[in-house]
Structures are given as structure tokens and as C-alpha cells.
């Protein structure tokens, strides 16, 4: 009997990615690996969605099918468990991969690109010791010439720690793992120097513990995720480089009352003996499980409905948010990739004006056929009077986005709920509904685009 190839994930699983990803795994087991017109095909029985999707367009004599489920990760989850077995994965399973997949270079952001991940694969070590670890860019913008100094520095950390770069050229005589502890901290101290008045991360090595310097104090408590991640990985590669004695953080602006038993940084802090200055460090209480199947979370209707409209209609997605997903960019008529800014006016938000906040959907779809862009508001079903007052906030991103790169389009806004057990839908507003029990439910006034994706869904059934 052939294994499967299981693909667990808190995104909207996106062919190109899994692509990468197959190639991989080919690469890795010396397996034959055939792909032509990757679709993502919902398995439905009786008309109803199992909540597995599978993929088709792939061929591999050692591996018999390949299906996708949804999960909801406990705290810092990567974006991608891949399990290679029959049969479905069970907590106590052992994945082959963990994949965290970025669309973000340092052209856009040096902290994303990098350290804001770090985290993940330190953390996960807490349940999957030893387990192969991939970062996998998945670049739509032009990848910058020049790496940063900080892109330098964190990529040279993942490569010590043993995590694999995808999707990226490294030029190899620069993105070479630390040779030992000292050359860790050379390569810190020539890096530019934070702004005055800004905590910078450095290290200072005396004969019984290294001190590293980093704020972790961001709103009201432990939550400065970009430095959460660059301190979490360099202490994890200390520790792999050798040092067994302390490791203190200083400067991190935090008191105790901060420090809570179940903060994703405390849990790594107990994993590698990390101690904060003048503070105790709690013994965290871990959750017992890493990740568990999602059977409530809105996303499951949104990426559903986002799956079956490009893997059955000529539609597709032109900006992506999914709930607990990364951000997409906006794409234009000419297929250029644009971040959506976050503020009207920055300077007036941190001023105070909340107002200033740009509101986003969390989908975008374009419907060429009927010239339409479809603005879709992800709700839980019982949250669907809230997803009906939120398609009011649309005006910006449709005056200043879509209209400017999609003029003359008609736009349509709709909401997209998944939970409960109705069947039918009453509220105008509502375009789909994915129910508890796996039931597609349309709207009476449900886009087009909705219609022929559902219809053409349960056509390829017969």
C-alpha cells in the first residue's frame, strides 16, 4: 500500500507553493515526481464537504494521493506540517517537514523577512525535536540586490539552527552558518547600531554568561514579536554552538506582572534555560498539543469558497487576508504585486486617530465574465450582523485601489460565513454559507462568480 502525502496548514494552500514543496520532497527521497495543471479539489460525499481537500495534477509512483486539511495551530505554528503516511495524521504522528512559507523579502521588511519567523522554529523543537525544518520564499516582488545587514545576520542564524532556505538565491560566500559563538558575536558587534534611544540587540560574552540587550515590552506586555524571534534564535543557536552556561536578556523593558506562564517566548525561555534581568521566569504551562484540526474558525469558508472559484471557474483572487493568514499583496490589471497601505495617514494614527485605519476584506475576487470585483467580508456564522456592518467600511480600498486599477468594473460586497447548522439564509448580504455539517449554502442574491463555482463544483461530481 502507497503512503499519502498530508498537507496540514493555517493558509490558503497555493499551488505554486505546493509545487516547491513537492519538489522537494522528490529531491529528498530520490522519488520520480510528475506535475501537470495542479488543481485543488474539495471532496465532497453527498453533496457535503469532508473538510479535505485533495490535489490532483500530481503523480508519484511511491505516494498514492496528496489531500489538505485546515488546522488551528496552539500559539507559534508553522504554516505547513507535511506528513507522508496512510492514514490521516494524529497528534502523536511525526511530520517529515515543517514549512513556514513567506511572500516577504527584506525589500519590504527587514523584521518579517526574518526574525518575526525565527520564533516558529525554535518553538516547534518543543514537540517535534529534530524534525526538518524549511523556510520557503515565495517572492512576488523582485528580490532585493543587496541584502541587509539584518537579512545577513538572521539568515546565517536559521542556516546554523539547521532550517533550509527555499525560493530564494543565497549568494554562498556570504549566507554560511557561524563557525562558533565568537564569530556569532563579531558579526553582531559590525552591524549598524539602533537608532539613539532605541534598545538595540547586542551581546556581551563574559566567563559565565553572555548578556543579550532587546526590548520585548510592546503593548501593555510581552508581545514584541520581531525581537521575540530574533532573541528566541539567537539563543537556540548559542545553545547549539555550545554555550551551557547563562544566557541573560537584558534591557527588555518588561516587569513581572508581564511575564505570564503561557507566552510562546517563556515556553522557549524554559526549553533553553533563558533568564530575564531582575525577573523571575516562570515554568510555563505548554499546551499539550501543537496543533489541532479547525472545525469553527471563519477562514474555513473563506478559503473554500477562494479555492472553488479558481479551481472552477475562470476567476480568481486579487488580494487575500484570510483570517490568522498572511497578508496578500494587491494585484492590478497588469499583474503587479502592491502592498495595501494600513493607515490614510500615518502621521495623524499616531497622533491618535483611529480612524485613520484602512479596512480590509478578507477577500478580493475578480469575476471577468460579469465585470465585477467582489469585496467579501470572512464571518463566523453566530458574528454575521458584524460581517454585514463591515462591508460599509469598504470606500477607501475601493475609491483608491480597485476603481484606480480596475476602472469601469462594477463592485459587489458580500459576506461569507462558515459555523452552525442552517440551511438557508435570509439576510441579503450573505453570499455563502459552509455549515457545520459540510453544507454549501447560496445566498439569494449570491455574486455569479459564487453560483458557477458551486454548480460547476457539484457538475464534476456527476
Known sequence: MKNNLWLLTEERPKKEVLATIFQKFAKDYGFAVFMDSLRIIPILENKKFTFIYELTGFRCNKVDKVFIKTVSGNSSFTDFLVFYQENEPLQTDMPIYAIEETKTDDKESRNTGVYQRCSKFVFIENYYPNIKKIMLYNLQITQKEKPTETYIFGTRLLLTLGVEILGKKLNERIFVPFKDIDDLIYCKEKMRKAPQGNVGILLKKFTDKIEISGRLFKSGGLSHDPNIGALSIICAVLRKLGWTKKLEITQHGLEQNHVGKTNKFILIANKLDISLQNLTVPQAEANQNYWKYDSEGEKLGTIFIHLVVE????????????????????????????????????????????????????????????????????????????????????????????????????????????????????????????????????????????????????????
Not at 312 to 323: L, P, V, W
Open 311 to 462: 479551481n472552477f471557474t475562470e476567476g480568481f483572487s486579487i488580494f487575500e487576508n484570510h483570517a490568522g493568514s498572511e497578508k496578500g499583496y494587491f494585484i492590478t490589471k497588469k499583474g503587479e504585486a502592491i502592498p495595501l497601505a494600513k493607515y490614510k495617514n500615518k502621521s495623524k494614527y499616531k497622533a491618535g486617530s483611529k480612524t485613520q485605519i484602512i479596512h480590509i476584506p478578507d477577500l478580493i475576487l475578480m469575476d471577468f465574465a460579469q465585470n465585477e470585483v467582489i469585496n467579501i467580508e470572512g464571518k463566523k456564522h453566530k458574528f454575521l450582523k458584524d460581517g454585514i456592518s463591515e462591508l460599509q467600511n469598504y470606500d477607501f480600498i475601493e475609491q483608491n485601489y480597485i476603481l484606480k486599477y480596475y476602472p469601469n468594473f462594477k463592485i459587489l460586497r458580500t459576506v461569507v460565513l462558515y459555523g452552525s447548522q442552517e440551511k438557508e439564509l435570509r439576510e441579503s448580504e450573505i453570499g455563502f454559507l459552509l455549515n457545520e455539517k459540510g453544507e454549501l449554502i447560496l445566498g439569494d442574491q449570491a455574486p455569479k462568480l459564487f453560483q458557477n463555482a458551486i454548480k460547476n463544483l457539484l457538475d464534476s461530481l456527476k
